[in-house]
């Protein structure tokens, strides 16, 4: 899977997850490294809608900019996660496309968790109306 990677910082935490992305065999395509947050959220929203990748991982120190900045490119469904089974359920209840963590509270192994379910998980057929509501607005 093509995976666009984007972080307002630099630090222990980002290149790990880098590293991961890379282990699972994931393309990692960094189209962010150390620029403003609402920079990296825009660039890695752009990326996954414009189909230069297939999913997102956005970080910021919260989570919160880098996910509200992603969401502002039309097509992306951020979800700023702090744990695997939220991380899994935004994939199967909301067909989310970018995942953002905050680089304050999450060690490499709770990142790896979230990114390792985000990254599996598939949007449940069900829901598949309810996503389309959400896709397009009135």
Do not use: Y
Not at 24 to 34: E, L, P
Not at 62 to 84: E, P, Y
Not at 112 to 128: G, H, K, S, V, Y
């Amino acid at each position: 899977m093509r995976v666009a990677f984007g972080t307002d910082e630099v630090t222990a935490l980002t290149a790990a997850i880098q590293r991961l992305l890379a282990e699972r065999g994931h393309d990692v395509v960094v189209v962010a490294d150390g620029d403003p947050w609402p920079d990296v959220g825009r660039r890695v929203g752009e990326a996954v809608a414009g189909g230069g990748a297939d999913r997102g991982v956005v970080c910021c120190w919260t989570g919160t900019g880098v996910s509200i900045a992603a969401n502002k490119v039309a097509g992306v469904r951020a979800a700023l996660c702090t744990d695997a089974e939220t991380a899994r359920g935004a994939r199967r209840w909301n067909d989310a496309n970018v995942l953002a963590l905050g680089l304050r509270l999450t060690s490499p192994t709770l990142a790896a968790e979230m990114i390792d379910a985000f990254l599996d998980a598939e949007p449940e057929p069900d829901e598949r109306a309810n996503i389309e509501r959400v896709e397009h607005r009135d």
